[in-house]
């Protein structure tokens, strides 16, 4: 089993849409968690930390859930330039916390 | 902001070649990382390194080695280039184990080997 597992998609959206993704860890003593946001042929780039209990950062909600080992992002209103491949993120405790990336979900958000 | 810099955007080397990837960040960061990213796995984690001359293996640190001689630079060697190992490589650096705040990637380095 994967270390972070999420669905590869694509999602297609038109825009204006709302759109969720998911994203499961397996390692119950993960510590921190982060969603990315990759483009085509370019470097992932941060572009939110998750925290316990929730946060928004504009049209963008992200989640964890704990006991479940989940974690979700949301996204408002979707853009065109919303359109990218989105990386789940976990840190661990141990092995001076590396981080460990899901393979990706991409969207596609069009006129 | 944070630089990460590495030396090649695009590379082609023949089998057998052995290969340098060099990775600079200007923000005196201690730990420093390599992964290579292929389609379908994700991003991989090769070596790391949280300080000057230490070195950690990563997940897939076969047929590579690294350097670390100063704190901003951490060089990928691959020792006798091979075509598995025609991937993109990105490098990134964090301030310090501990900080839980997320890495700053490199704009990548794709390598072809022929």
């Known amino acids: 089993r994967k270390e972070v597992e999420q669905d590869p998609g694509p999602f297609n959206v038109p825009e204006g849409a709302t759109v969720a993704f998911n994203c499961t860890y397996s390692?119950?003593?993960?510590?921190?968690f982060f969603w990315y946001r990759q483009d085509c042929r370019k470097e992932p780039k941060l572009l939110m930390s998750?925290?316990?209990s929730g946060n928004e950062d504009g049209r963008f909600t992200a989640q964890l859930n704990r006991a479940s080992q989940y974690i979700s992002l949301l996204i408002r209103d979707s853009k065109l330039s919303d359109s990218a491949t989105y990386l789940c993120v976990v840190q661990g405790n141990t092995g001076f916390q590396k981080l460990v990336f899901g393979t990706g979900t991409r969207l596609l958000v069009s006129p | 902001d944070v630089k990460v810099t590495q030396s090649s955007r695009y590379l082609v080397k023949r089998t057998g070649e052995k290969v340098f990837l060099e990775c600079v960040q200007d923000?005196?960061?201690?730990?420093m990382f390599w992964y290579r990213q292929d389609p379908g796995l994700g991003l991989r984690l090769i070596y790391f390194s949280y300080d000057v001359k230490m070195k950690e293996k990563g997940d897939i640190p076969e047929g590579y080695s690294v350097s670390r001689e100063k704190k901003e630079r951490f060089s990928l060697i691959l020792e006798s280039a091979s075509t598995n190992q025609t991937s993109m490589y990105l490098c990134?650096?964090?301030?310090?184990?501990?900080?839980?705040?997320?890495?700053?990637f490199g704009s990548g380095t794709r390598l072809t080997v022929v």
């Open positions: 998750v925290y316990s």
């Open positions: 923000m005196d960061h201690e730990n």
């Open positions: 990134a650096s964090r301030p310090s184990v501990g900080k839980a705040d997320g890495y700053t």
């Open positions: 390692n119950s003593a993960s510590q921190s």
